[in-house]
């Protein structure tokens, strides 16, 4: 997957930031994706549409992880961010700690491809999760990947 000149958003993730966002989230994020974020931290694919369903679907943007988001320009695509303007529209449980869902792409319309962490804590597939389908502890997703690479190759080039 090729990436527009200029669109990683620096810093890139430390690994004590992308520990201490697991512990947070409590889960385990996939080796590919920490190998991919700490190389394309919010990048913008160039062609970064895929095919499901019959459906296309265009990535606006890889969502990035930063020490401090408040801090930043760019701050409103950080996960943490992201994930706490989702808020219970992502949760299935308002009584559960940590994350089912971790959006890790925006897509366009509002809907984000997320890591899926309701089967296991340590090994995600890939979904969307629809905004407009969406309601308080009822997220409304869909498998797309087995896994982070799988994805990442579903984006044309």
């Known amino acids: 997957m090729k990436i527009q000149n200029n669109s990683i958003i620096y810093p890139l993730p ?8 697991e512990e947070n989230f409590e ?8 190998d991919f974020i700490s190389k394309s931290n919010g990048s913008i694919p160039i062609t970064g549409f895929f095919e499901f369903k019959s459906n296309r679907y265009v990535v606006d943007r890889f969502l990035c992880l930063l020490d401090k988001p408040s801090e930043h320009d760019k701050g409103m ?5 992201v994930f706490s303007q989702l808020d219970e529209r992502i949760l299935s449980d308002g009584e559960m700690t940590g994350a089912e869902l971790v959006p890790i792409a925006a ?3 509002g809907d984000f491809v997320c890591l899926d962490y309701t089967e296991s804590k340590v090994d995600p597939v890939v979904c969307i ?3 407009e389908e969406s309601d308080e502890y009822d997220p409304v997703t869909e498998k797309i990947a087995d896994n982070v690479n799988s994805f990442l190759d ?4």
């Not at 889960?27 to 920490?34: A, C, L, N, S, T």
């Open 14 to 21: 430390a690994s004590n930031l992308i520990k201490r966002v």
């Open 27 to 34: 889960i385990e994020f996939p080796k590919d994706f920490i």
């Open 77 to 81: 695509y950080d996960i943490k961010v």
């Open 107 to 109: 897509l366009f319309a």
């Open 129 to 131: 999760w629809y905004n």
């Open 154 to 157: 579903m984006l044309e080039e």
